[in-house]
């Protein structure tokens, strides 16, 4: 459970933000300091599961084949074969296009070496390399659990955004996957809280209000 001062924060993003036309995203803003982030293994990269869920559809494609493909054409949004990534490794259009609408990739492990060599280029640079899918993982449970996924990635820049919830969820929700978020940072940045400069919330249009 979120602390007090997050959903307060939460709370006041929610209240000042404008009436639009479209529902709004809820994002976080986060400023590092004291972290050298020429060197990249100081560098923020990682997919954290938000208790509340993200609020927002993600879209999950699946590389697969027979039985697991099967199964994942019940939750996925589109489930690709060897046969289509041989296609888009002769097609990079496609391949950047598909790269660019896709928010996670979910793939069989006898399928990655392939996707390195087709889709590598595309892929790697913009950080959406495929999850590997061991035989024994459930694909269902898999995607599901993908769909409820933010990604972490500060790059070299000292200031990154994350999407936290959307705007008719609960200030208490969107506090909870705040407050997941920094635990996760805390426990991962070399030393903690401190390598942590500020921290805000606003949905898309909306003010900033400073979490911590």
């Given amino acids: 459970m979120a602390d ?9 993003a929610l209240e000042d933000a404008p009436e639009r036309n479209f529902r709004e995203t809820v994002d976080l803003a986060i400023n590092l300091r004291d972290l050298d982030l020429n060197n990249p293994s100081n560098r923020v990269d990682e997919s954290v599961v938000l208790p509340s ?19 994942a054409e019940e939750v996925a949004d589109d489930v690709l074969d060897q046969n289509d990534l041989e296609e888009l490794g002769g097609d990079d259009d496609a391949a950047k296009d598909l790269a660019d609408d896709t928010d996670f ?3 069989e492990t006898d399928l990655m070496q392939d996707i390195g060599r087709y889709l590598g280029t595309v892929l790697g640079p913009r950080g959406k390399m495929p999850e590997p899918l061991d035989p024994d993982d459930d ?12 990604q972490l990635r500060s790059g070299e820049r000292r200031t990154f955004h994350t999407r936290v919830g959307a705007e008719d969820m609960s200030a208490e929700d969107i506090g909870d996957n705040i407050d ?13 809280p401190l390598n942590i400069d500020s921290v ?13």
């Fill in 200 to 212: 805000f919330v606003k949905t898309t249009m909306g003010p900033a209000m400073e979490v911590a």
């Fill in 105 to 107: 990739f979910i793939a």
């Fill in 180 to 192: 997941v978020i920094l635990r996760r940072l805390h426990a991962d940045l070399e030393k903690g």
């Fill in 53 to 71: 869920g993200t609020g927002q559809e993600t879209t999950i494609v699946v590389f697969a084949e027979g039985e697991t493909a099967l199964r």
């Fill in 4 to 12: 007090q001062e997050i959903e307060n924060a939460v709370s006041r």
């Fill in 139 to 150: 694909v269902v449970e898999v995607v599901n659990r993908m769909k409820n996924t933010v």
